[in-house]
């Protein structure tokens, strides 16, 4: 059996999304952030970077799997799904999963971070994140007006993209004039897999009138 230790996060929908997408059979154990579970010596034990999710995998030897893109990849292997086994196809695939890792999250998270969490609103990070953060929309907009999904077929890249691309409102951006953005981000979340695991654990409200979300998530921002 599979356990996934994991938070209502971008990066911990990831992996409930694909586990459900995939079919594999799991548990899930809620860490909760606002009470800096993730600093506990037991469970930096599992995960050294202190963050989630982290994945046990108790079938293979308790293995141990931090780093979301890491799981993402090595549960598309353990299924055989998701991910093409043809050089060009996954590396295809892997480019775009590292486009989210390395670009689309970093900076969404900047953007989350300065525009809704920081006690004092510095203009000039606001707008360079959420610049960025368009710019790199813009490159998957650019890539999804010839692709239904972001590799091609539909892939772990999608599975990683997807949950950030969701909280768009959160980071103060819109998907307004991105229509090929637009179409794929609704098609997602359609999927009854893609439902189900963005529900693990449920979102909290993120509205405007939520000042609980801003000062729980200003605990964990260390």
């Not at 938070?7 to 909760?32: C, D, F, Q, V």
């Not at 963050?51 to 549960?75: C, M, W």
């Not at 989210?100 to 900047?110: C, D, E, F, Y």
């Not at 409102?169 to 963005?198: N, Y």
């Given at each position: 059996?599979?356990?996934?230790?994991?938070?209502?996060?971008p990066?911990?929908?990831k992996?409930?999304?694909?586990l459900e997408e995939?079919?594999?059979?799991?548990?899930?154990?809620h860490?909760?952030?606002?009470?800096?579970?993730?600093?506990?010596?037991?469970?930096?034990?599992?995960?050294?970077?202190?963050?989630i999710?982290?994945l046990i995998d108790?079938?293979?030897?308790?293995?141990?799997?931090?780093e979301?893109?890491?799981i993402?990849i090595y549960?598309a292997?353990?299924?055989?799904?998701?991910?093409?086994t043809?050089v060009?196809?996954?590396?295809?695939?892997l480019?775009?999963?590292?486009?989210?890792m390395?670009g689309?999250?970093p900076?969404?998270?900047q953007?989350?971070?300065?525009?809704?969490?920081?006690?004092?609103?510095?203009p000039?990070?606001i707008?360079r994140?959420?610049?960025?953060?368009?710019?790199?929309?813009?490159?998957?907009?650019?890539?999804?007006?010839?692709?239904?999904?972001?590799?091609?077929?539909?892939?772990i890249a999608d599975?990683?993209?997807?949950?950030?691309v969701?909280?768009?409102?959160?980071?103060?951006?819109?998907?307004?004039?991105?229509?090929?953005?637009?179409?794929?981000?609704?098609?997602?979340?359609e999927?009854p897999?893609?439902?189900?695991?963005?529900?693990i654990?449920?979102?909290?409200?993120l509205?405007?009138?939520?000042?609980?979300?801003?000062?729980?998530?200003r605990?964990?921002?260390v």
């Amino acid at each position: 059996m599979i356990e996934l230790l994991t938070s209502e996060t971008p990066n911990g929908w990831k992996i409930s999304i694909a586990l459900e997408e995939m079919g594999l059979p799991y548990t899930w154990r809620h860490i909760k952030l606002s009470e800096k579970e993730q600093k506990a010596d037991w469970y930096v034990k599992l995960n050294p970077n202190g963050r989630i999710p982290t994945l046990i995998d108790h079938d293979n030897d308790d293995f141990v799997i931090f780093e979301s893109g890491a799981i993402l990849i090595y549960l598309a292997e353990k299924s055989g799904k998701f991910l093409p086994t043809d050089v060009k196809g996954r590396s295809r695939v892997l480019q775009w999963l590292m486009f989210q890792m390395s670009g689309v999250g970093p900076m969404m998270g900047q953007a989350n971070v300065f525009f809704r969490y920081a006690p004092e609103k510095i203009p000039y990070a606001i707008e360079r994140y959420q610049r960025e953060t368009l710019r790199l929309f813009g490159i998957l907009d650019n890539q999804l007006a010839s692709n239904e999904y972001i590799a091609g077929d539909y892939s772990i890249a999608d599975m990683a993209l997807w949950p950030w691309v969701k909280g768009y409102g959160w980071s103060g951006v819109t998907l307004d004039g991105l229509r090929h953005l637009q179409r794929w981000h609704d098609l997602i979340a359609e999927r009854p897999a893609v439902k189900r695991g963005s529900a693990i654990p449920p979102a909290v409200d993120l509205g405007e009138r939520t000042q609980q979300t801003v000062d729980a998530g200003r605990k964990f921002l260390v």
